[in-house]
C-alpha cells in the first residue's frame, strides 16, 4: 500500500510538472516568437515604405518595373501584383530562383483578397527558404499589390532551437524530478512506515507501547495521538477484561471448592440420610451463590452497553423511582426499617427503564443490607438545573475513608460488610455502570457510624 500511495504521489507531482512546463514553454515559445515576428515585421514594414516612394509619380503598371529595377537591390525579394493575382513585377532575385512563382498559392492569394491595408504571411521559396512577407495595396498605381519579403533566418534558428531545447529538458527535467519526489515521497511516508511497524508489534499480551512521532510532524502527531489514544482505551479494555476474569473465577472458585469438599467428605464413607441431607443442603446453598454471581455478572456485562441518551426513548424517571420505591418498602419491612420518600413529579430522562430501576433497586438493597433495625432510608429525586438528582441514604453504620475509593469496583466488599450481609459485591459496580452509560455521575458520601449518601445525577430528556 505504501509503495503504490508513493508511485501515486510522485505520479501525481510529475504530472502536474509535466503540465506547468509545457505551457511554460508554449507561452515562452509564443511570446518569443511574437517578438521576434514584430521586430521581423517592422523592418518589412520599413523597407515597404522605402519602396512605395519608388512607385509615386508611376502612372500605369507598364512603368512599375523600370522604377522598382533601378531603386531595387539585386537580393531584394520584392513583388508587385494585380487583384486578380497575375505577376506585374518581381524583383532579380527572384526572376532567377523562383520559376513557378506566379502560380504560388500563398502569395497569390495575398493578392487576391482584396486588402485594405498591410498583411503579414509566411511563404516557403525554393530559393529562399522561410521568407516572412508584407503585403499591402500601393495608392499609385491603383489596383496593384505590393509583396516584400525577407528570409526569416535567425528568427526561424531561435525558434527552432527553443522548440527541440523544449523537447530534450523537458522529459530530463521530469525524470530528475520524478526519481527526485520518489525519493521525497519515501521520506514523507517514512513516519507512516514506523507507525505501521509499531502497530504490527503490539500484542494484546503487551498493550503498553506506544507509537513516538517527532514533534515537527504535526499533521502525523494528530494521526498518532488518536491512534496512541485508541491503544490506551484498548489496554483499560483488556486490564478490565483480565480483572473480570480473574475476579469471576476467584469468587466461583470459593463455592466449588465448598461444593466439591462436602461432596468429598459425603462419599468419603457410608453416612445416614440426616447427614447426606446436610450436605446437599450445602450443595444447594452454593449453587445458589454461583447462581447470584453468574446473574450478577450477565447484569454487569449489560450494564457496560451504552445508552443513546441524545435519541432514546423518553422514560417517565419519577414513576421508574416510585415503583422501586414501593418494592423497597416491602424489602425492609422484616428489618424494622423506615423508608421515607420524596419525589419530584414529571421528570423525564431518555434511556432504559428497567435499567434505570436496577439502580434504585441495587442502591435500596444496599441501604437497606447496611442499616440497623430501626433505622432509616430516604429516596428522593429532585430536578438540578438540566439534571435531575436521585439520592438514597441509610443510618447504617457508615463507609470507611479507606472503603470510599474502592466502593464501585466489582466484588470489592467494604468492612462493614463484616456484619453478615450476603452479596457478590456486584451491585454498586452494575449501578455505576448503568449511570455512566446513560451519560450520568454517581457519587457517595459517608463516614464510619454515621450512614452513606448516594447520589446520582444523569441529564434531562430535552425538549
Known amino acids: 500500500m505504501l509503495e503504490s500511495l508513493r508511485a501515486r504521489l510522485t505520479a501525481w507531482y510529475v ?27 517592422d523592418e518589412l514594414s520599413t523597407e515597404a515604405e522605402q519602396i512605395t516612394a519608388l512607385l509615386v509619380d508611376v502612372a500605369s503598371p507598364g512603368q512599375v518595373a523600370a522604377a522598382l529595377d533601378s531603386g531595387v537591390g539585386v537580393e531584394s525579394l520584392v513583388l508587385v501584383l494585380n487583384a486578380s493575382g497575375a505577376m506585374v513585377y518581381r524583383s532579380q532575385a527572384l526572376r532567377d530562383g523562383e520559376p513557378a512563382l506566379a502560380r504560388h498559392e500563398v502569395l497569390v492569394h495575398a493578392a487576391t483578397i482584396g486588402a485594405t491595408r498591410a498583411q503579414f504571411f509566411t511563404a516557403v521559396l525554393e530559393s ?48 530528475v524530478t520524478g526519481f527526485g519526489g520518489l525519493v521525497i515521497a519515501r521520506r514523507a511516508l517514512a513516519p507512516m512506515e514506523r507507525m505501521r511497524t509499531t502497530l504490527e508489534t503490539i500484542q494484546a499480551e503487551d498493550l503498553s507501547r506506544r507509537i ?59 453416612r445416614d440420610s440426616n447427614t447426606y441431607r446436610e450436605v446437599l443442603g450445602q450443595v444447594a446453598q452454593e449453587a445458589d451463590t454461583m447462581s447470584a454471581i453468574l446473574m450478577d455478572l450477565r447484569a454487569l456485562s449489560l450494564a457496560d452497553a451504552p445508552v443513546q441518551s441524545s435519541s432514546g426513548p423518553s422514560v417517565h424517571l419519577s414513576d421508574i423511582v416510585s415503583e422501586a420505591a414501593d418494592l423497597l418498602v416491602a424489602l425492609a ?83 462493614r460488610a463484616g456484619q453478615g450481609a450476603d452479596g457478590t459485591g456486584l451491585g454498586l459496580a452494575i449501578a455505576r455502570r448503568i449511570v455512566e452509560a446513560h451519560g450520568g455521575r454517581i457519587a457517595v458520601e459517608s463516614r464510619a457510624g454515621a450512614g452513606a449518601v448516594f447520589t446520582v445525577r444523569l441529564p434531562l430528556a430535552s425538549a
Open 333 to 415: 419491612e422484616p428489618s424494622d426499617l423506615g423508608v421515607d420518600v420524596s419525589i419530584e413529579s414529571g421528570i423525564f430522562i431518555r434511556g432504559d427503564a428497567i435499567r434505570l430501576q436496577q439502580v434504585v433497586l441495587n442502591l435500596g438493597e444496599n441501604a437497606v443490607k447496611y442499616s440497623r433495625p430501626g433505622g432509616r432510608i430516604t429516596i428522593g429525586l429532585t430536578r438540578d438545573g438540566a439534571q435531575t438528582a436521585l439520592t438514597v441514604s441509610d443510618s447504617g453504620t457508615g463507609i470507611a475513608a479507606d472503603d470510599l475509593p474502592h466502593i464501585f469496583e466489582r466484588f470489592y466488599r467494604s468492612r
Open 212 to 270: 513516538d512521532v517527532h514533534p515537527r510532524e504535526r499533521e502525523l502527531g494528530q494521526l498518532v495521538g488518536t491512534l496512541n489514544r485508541l491503544l490506551d482505551r484498548l489496554a483499560r479494555a483488556f486490564a478490565s477484561l483480565r480483572e473480570f476474569a480473574g475476579d469471576a473465577s476467584h469468587q466461583l472458585q470459593t463455592p466449588l471448592t465448598v461444593m466439591k469438599g462436602s461432596i468429598d467428605v459425603a462419599l468419603s464413607a457410608p
Open 128 to 175: 529562399a527558404g522561410t521568407v516572412r512577407f508584407i503585403c499591402l495595396p500601393l495608392p499609385n498605381p491603383r489596383g496593384l499589390y505590393l509583396q516584400v519579403g525577407q528570409p526569416i533566418g535567425e528568427v526561424g534558428e531561435t525558434l527552432r532551437f527553443l522548440t527541440v531545447a523544449s523537447l530534450v529538458l523537458i522529459p530530463v527535467v521530469l525524470a
Open 15 to 41: 504530472a502536474v510538472l509535466a503540465v506547468a512546463l509545457c505551457l511554460f514553454a508554449a507561452l515562452l515559445h509564443g511570446s518569443l516568437s511574437q517578438r521576434l515576428y514584430g521586430h521581423h515585421d
